[in-house]
Nanobody, 120 residues
């Protein structure tokens, strides 16, 4: 079994910063890519940022220059540093991993989500 556990969400004022973490554990053979998605009330889930095993990154236009994704491959952990947060960043943030399990099954796995609220 594979688990993704997120941490680091919370309430922050506009202009503030938060750092999200997501650790993957369980019967993992290899992780191809990890990323962060978010879903605001009444909206579809959207990609925020992703990083491959080779550290290639991809960002939503709305967060470029403010958010940074990084990865500790040895720890199967991905981070999202969020700076200059705006009220429109308010959402539930979900961690995602595209991985191969120990049984050599490929698949997408999701964390339980962590709330980020940007408000004064």
């Amino acid at each position: 079994q594979v688990q993704l556990v997120e941490s680091g969400g919370g309430l922050v004022q506009p202009g503030g910063s938060l750092r999200l973490s997501c650790a993957a554990s369980g019967n993992i053979f290899n992780i191809n890519a990890m990323g962060w998605y978010r879903q605001a009330p009444g909206k579809q889930r959207e990609l925020v940022a992703a990083i491959t095993r080779g550290s290639n990154t991809n960002y939503a236009d709305s967060v470029k220059g403010r958010f940074t994704i990084s990865r500790d491959t040895a720890k199967n952990t991905v981070y999202l540093q969020m700076n200059n947060l705006k009220p429109e960043d308010t959402a539930v943030y979900y961690c995602n991993a595209d991985l191969i399990s120990a049984t050599r099954a490929s698949g997408d796995y999701w964390g339980q989500g962590t709330q980020v609220t940007v408000s004064s």
